[in-house]
Every structure is written in C-alpha cells, then in structure tokens.
C-alpha cells in the first residue's frame, strides 16, 4: 500500500477529526519528532489529473489548516512506504520546521489585475507623435528602415512597461502595508497587469478585504479577480538544509529519533 | 475549497481567458519523444538563439536612444539584425513553430523571455 501526501503539518498529534481523501480512504498523521506528514493510503498512482481528485486534495490541505499551519503538497504526490516517507522527513526536516515557523498563523491571498493594454497602447503611440520624442528618420538603405522600425516598437514597448510598473507601485501601496511577504508578477500577459499573491497574519484579513475594496474604487477602470485565503503556496522556500547538517544536529536529530519511536510514528497507524 | 476561500471577480471569462494564455504557450517538459525529438530540440535551439538575438536588439536600441551609434553602423546592425530576423522565420516555418512556442518556463524563476 502507497501513501499519498497532502502536506507537512506543525504538529505530531493524530488528526483528531475523522476526514477523508483521495479514494475515500482516512486521512492521519505520520509523526517525526514534533511535524508530521498528513497521508492516506492508496492501492495505485493517481492515473488521471481530475477535478474531483484535484478538490478533494484541496479539500483535505484546507481542512487541516483550520488547526495547523501546513506546507501544502504538490497534488500527485505518492511514497512508496513509511521508510521512504521518513527518510524524506529527516532529509528536510530542517527545511520544514523553519517554513512551518515562518508561516505560522498566515494564509496567501491572490490579487489579479487586468488592464485595457490596447487602450494604452494607442494612448502611448498617440502621446509619441506628438511629442518630441527622439526619432531615427527612414532612408531608402534597408538596414536604417529595419532600425527605424524596431526604434519606433522599442519606444513604444519602453512607455507600455514603464506605465505598468508605475501602475503596480500604485496598486501595492493598498496591498503591501498589510503583507508580511508578496510576490508580484508583471505582465504574464499583455493584459494581465498584475499577477500577485500576499502573505498576511490572518489577523490582516479584514485590512486586506478592505483595501482591495478601496482600489476597485480608486481605479474602476481596470478588472480585478481576489481570492484567498488559500494554504502558503507560494512562499515555501526549500533548500534542504537537512542536507548539510553539522555532526553535533544529526547526533541530537537522531537521539530525538531513537528515544521515542511515537515521534517516528512507529507505534501509530 | 473550504467554506471561507474566496474567488471574487466580475470578469471571470476574462481572468480565465489570460490565465489559460500563461500556461498553454509554455509546455513544463521539452517534448522530446521519438516522434517529435526533432522539433522538440529545434524549439530549444530556437528559443535560445531568439533570447539572443532579442539581447542584440535591445543593446542596439539602447545605443540609438543614446545616440553612441553612427549612420553607417545602424545600417551595419539593422542590416544585420533583419537577416538574423528573416532566417529565424525561415527555420520556424520549417519546424512549425510559433513565436510565443519560443519560451521556456524556468520554474521559479518564471520564464525564460
């Protein structure tokens, strides 16, 4: 029997409430000194990416995060067996404990913004023509025409990405004075201005909400998409610290490990 | 998703609409089964020689901005810059291949161009 992993959680109790997952099989914790690893059994790797099986992963990270502060897996994520489960759990444990301390009490919001890019775009050749903008003059040589060309685009694409940063400054003066962390993406399309995502304390949910109402007032003109609070997606950062652990920090790792065989979850499920 | 999660927008098709265009151009894996190797490899090649050659013209427009380039060289490098343009649409043809085919997504970093 396989376990497939929903995430890593702060605590190595059992999960006291009765939830279930992919299969419909019981969702419990696997304990290592004082994480765990959140799985449930499965008969086969997971064949096809289906809505439902992606929900009922979602279904189980959120309702874990209504008692722990959890680091999220990756949606298809099966081990083999409780070793290999473990020996992943002392490889990162380092890596997991520092995440599941940073992101303790916070949830990740999603701000998107749309922008009118062809509006903009005409606004910006217009403004180019009648100002006095530095201009490469055409001539009959082919080279020249070519440069005149890709001049004229180049200034063109300059004003467009210049507006957009100035735009996202504006935008994230509403957001940022609430965030602990954010990531902020320009541009993924030429439409798609701002493609964000804020860390907050939950008790900065309510700021948040309300500074997104105060920016769908102060620009209407543009389109935006909230949502949240979802787990920390996107602001775990693993290097496998485990890795290069000192003598002195396996030594007191393992000492943790092989007092108490509850921390490994020998004596569990 | 749990009862409090929120997805709030008065533009859904829109939103959608730009999401599926970030990730429908820029495949996670280099397409490189027996069938398609070749143009799997050629998309790579392209898009590294498209990366450059979009250096190139960035620094020269860079250098006609700030004026440090001469008639006869603009001439030299918009000559040159359009054969490299014109070449490059001759092997996408061949290979099939679209501009925004020519990216890389590099996870984290998010992608290439």
């Given amino acids: 029997m396989k376990l497939y992993l929903y995430g890593i959680i702060d605590s190595s109790e059992q999960v006291k409430e009765s939830i279930y997952g992919l299969e419909g099989s019981g969702v419990y914790n696997i304990p290592y000194c004082d994480i765990g690893a959140v ?33 999220p897996v990756r949606f298809q994520t099966v081990i083999e067996d409780r070793d290999n489960l473990l020996l992943m759990m002392q490889s990162y444990y380092n890596d997991f404990k520092d995440n599941l301390d940073r992101l303790h009490n916070k949830l990740e919001f999603g701000i998107k913004v749309i922008w009118a890019a062809e509006k903009i775009r005409e ?27 890709k001049f004229e685009k180049y200034k063109i694409d300059k004003e467009f990405r210049a507006k957009a940063d100035k735009f996202i400054r504006v935008i994230d003066i509403f957001f940022s004075k609430f965030a602990a962390e954010k990531k902020l993406g320009k541009l993924k399309t030429e439409n798609l201005l701002l493609d964000a995502v804020y860390l907050l304390e939950k008790s900065q949910e309510i700021n948040f909400r309300e500074a997104f109402e105060h920016i769908k007032s102060a620009r209407p003109d543009f389109k935006y998409l909230f949502s949240g609070p979802w787990p920390a997606y996107n602001f775990i950062v693993l290097s496998k610290k485990s890795g290069i652990l000192t003598d002195s920090q396996q030594t007191d790792l393992l000492d943790k490990v092989t007092q108490n065989r509850m921390l490994v979850g020998a004596d569990s499920i | 998703m749990i009862a409090n999660t929120t997805v709030e927008t008065e533009s859904p098709e829109e939103f959608i609409e730009e999401i599926e265009k970030t990730q429908n151009c820029l495949p996670k894996k280099i397409d490189a089964n027996p069938k398609t190797v070749e143009k799997g490899l050629a998309k790579l090649v392209l898009t590294l020689i498209e990366l450059i050659k979009k250096l190139l013209e ?36 061949i290979f099939g291949l679209k501009d925004e085919e020519l990216n890389l997504n590099l996870g984290p970093l998010g992608d290439l161009m």
């Fill in chain 1, 39 to 71: 799985v449930s059994e499965i008969n086969q790797p997971i064949q096809k990416v289906t809505k439902g099986a992606v929900l009922e992963h979602e279904a189980v990270i959120e309702k874990l995060m209504e008692n722990f502060t959890v680091l």
């Fill in chain 1, 123 to 149: 606004n910006i050749i217009k403004a180019l023509k009648k100002g006095k903008q530095k201009k490469l003059e055409p001539d009959s040589l082919q080279g020249r025409k070519f440069m005149t060309e």
């Fill in chain 2, 58 to 93: 960035k620094q020269a427009m860079r250098r006609v901005e700030a004026g440090s380039l001469s008639d006869e060289q603009i001439e030299n490098v918009g000559e040159t810059l359009m054969k490299l343009e014109k070449k490059m649409d001759e092997l996408k043809e």
